[in-house]
Nanobody
């Protein structure tokens, strides 16, 4: 079993930055696809960024140029650096993971964190 715990959310003014963290614990595997998703009130959950075991990262259009996904394998921690935040980024942010070398938003992510709230005003 794998547990994911997010942290780093909070309230920030437009134009500000936040760094989200996702600590993974439990059984570990050599190949993971991990990502960040978000859900705003009244909207469907959407992908933000994903990163494969080989370090290849992908971003959705809303995140490109502003957000950076990274991971520290030694610490089993995933990060999302968010810059130039705007009110449209207000949402609950979730960390997710799936086993295997395939990595894409269309895949089913088996493991999810509880989320961390980001509010931009």
């Amino acid at each position: 079993h794998v547990q994911l715990v997010e942290s780093g959310g909070g309230s920030v003014q437009a134009g500000g930055s936040l760094r989200l963290s996702c600590a993974a614990s439990g059984r570990t595997y050599s190949k993971w696809c991990m990502g960040w998703f978000r859900q705003a009130p009244g909207k469907e959950r959407e992908g933000v960024a994903i990163i494969a075991s080989d370090g290849n990262a992908e971003y959705t259009e809303s995140a490109k140029g502003r957000f950076t996904i990274s991971k520290d394998n030694a610490k089993n921690t995933l990060y999302l650096q968010m810059n130039s935040l705007g009110p449209e980024d207000t949402a609950m942010y979730y960390c997710a993971a799936r086993l295997g070398s395939l990595c894409g938003y269309w895949l089913t992510f088996r493991y999810w964190g509880q989320g961390t709230q980001v509010t931009v005003s």
